[in-house]
Nanobody, 123 residues
Framework: QVQLVESGGGLVQAGGSLRLSCAAS????????TGWFRQAPGKEREFVAA????????YYADSVKGRFTISRDNAKNTVYLQMDSLKPEDTAVYYC????????????????WGQGTQVTVSS
């Protein structure tokens, strides 16, 4: 069992940066791939980025490639999402999730989810 708690969301102006954290509990977390998803009001949840269990491979949605960076520190049981050059269209609730499969965009492949953290980008 893995429990996930996101933090680091907030209000930022367009062009600014935020770093989200996803703290995990459960001794098997380091064996899971981890992904970030987001959901804007009135829209479906969408894939943002994923990282394999070791941190050696990452995968991004085209909409965030070059602006967002996913990383993890297994010693701290934490995954990060560094978000730079933020745009108003990045406004959403951001969720982290854990999966036994890497590189999967579909949310159904993820077994454990956090409660989400709100990111609001003003224009």
């Amino acid at each position: 069992q893995v429990q996930l708690v996101e933090s680091g969301g907030g209000l930022v102006q367009a062009g600014g940066s935020l770093r989200l954290s996803c703290a995990a509990s459960g001794r098997t977390f380091s064996s899971y791939a981890t992904g970030w998803f987001r959901q804007a009001p009135g829209k479906e949840r969408e894939f943002v980025a994923a990282i394999c269990w070791s941190g050696g491979m990452t995968y991004y949605a085209d909409s965030v490639k070059g602006r967002f960076t996913i990383s993890r520190d297994n010693a701290k049981n934490t995954v990060y999402l560094q978000m730079d050059s933020l745009k108003p269209e990045d406004t959403a609730v951001y969720y982290c999730a854990a999966s036994q499969r890497f590189g999967v965009r579909g949310s159904a492949a993820y077994d454990f989810w956090g409660q989400g953290t709100q990111v609001t980008v003003s224009s």
